[in-house]
């Protein structure tokens, strides 16, 4: 079965970048079928969605961020994660999520809801 | 942005006594061409990432328990638990997935009285 597993650094100094890695294990990420996502929590919060990718390599990523941060899909089943000039405000517990495909009546694809989820790694911007 | 509003933010319920937690979205989330409401709810036990419950508003995800019901069309939307058992203390999130950026409601925490 498909597991996700985030591993990164657990403390960036600010204005740093920030760079995380979700292994995708049981399954490939380039095989089609699935968007890849990056979500985030701040401390006792809830739920904010920074973007994803799809295995076509097209991205969709948060307005919030997207100046910051770039998601990309490598030849080792990895999905990345990259956040540029961190912040405190950026700490947070980073999770990676599959997401299936919906495809509309024209056939372009849209992402579903999010059916499978790393363990999540912390992440403490702080110098 | 859609705004996803849940509510009540806390709620105690007695064991086997029934719970229900709401979500609003500030914008139709019902596509009309194939009558799909993208909204989803998770389920976020501490120290654990959320795990899918419902796709599609009511689509109940596989291993879910069926003490567990979606429902809700268009803006308005309710998760039921119709008899909380103790393994059901955790918050409980709504997410649409009509529009881009995803957001997710803000939470209700749902404990034991």
């Known amino acids: 079965q498909v597991q996700l597993q985030e591993s990164g650094p657990g403390l960036v100094k600010p204005s740093e970048t920030l760079s995380l890695t979700c292994t995708v294990s049981g399954g490939s990420i380039s095989s089609g079928g699935y968007y890849w996502n990056w979500i985030r929590q701040h401390p006792g919060k809830g739920l904010e969605s920074i973007g994803y990718?799809?295995?076509?390599?097209?991205t969709y990523y948060n307005p919030s961020l997207r100046s910051r941060v770039n998601i990309s899909v490598d030849t080792s089943n990895q999905l990345s994660l990259r956040l540029r000039s961190v912040t405190a405000a950026d700490t947070a517990m980073y999770y990676c999520a599959r997401a299936g495909v919906h495809y509309y009546g024209s056939g372009k694809p849209w992402p579903s809801a999010f059916d499978l989820w790393g363990q999540g790694t912390m992440v403490t911007v702080s110098s | 942005d859609i705004v996803m509003t849940q509510s009540p933010d806390s709620l105690a319920v007695s064991l086997g006594e029934r719970a229900t937690i709401n979500c609003k979205s500030s914008q139709n989330i019902l596509y009309s061409s194939n009558n799909k409401n993208y909204l989803a709810w998770y389920q976020q036990k501490p120290g654990q990432p959320p795990k899918l419950l419902f796709y599609?508003?009511?689509i109940r995800q596989s291993g879910v328990p069926d003490r567990f019901s979606g429902s809700g069309s268009g803006t308005d939307f309710t998760l039921t638990i119709s008899s909380l058992q103790a393994e059901d203390v955790a918050v409980y999130y709504c997410?649409?997935?009509?529009?881009?950026?995803?957001?997710f409601g803000g939470g209700t925490k749902v404990e034991i009285k």
């Open positions: 997410q649409q997935y009509y529009s881009n950026p995803f957001i």
């Open positions: 990718i799809y295995y076509s390599g097209s």
């Open positions: 599609w508003a009511s």
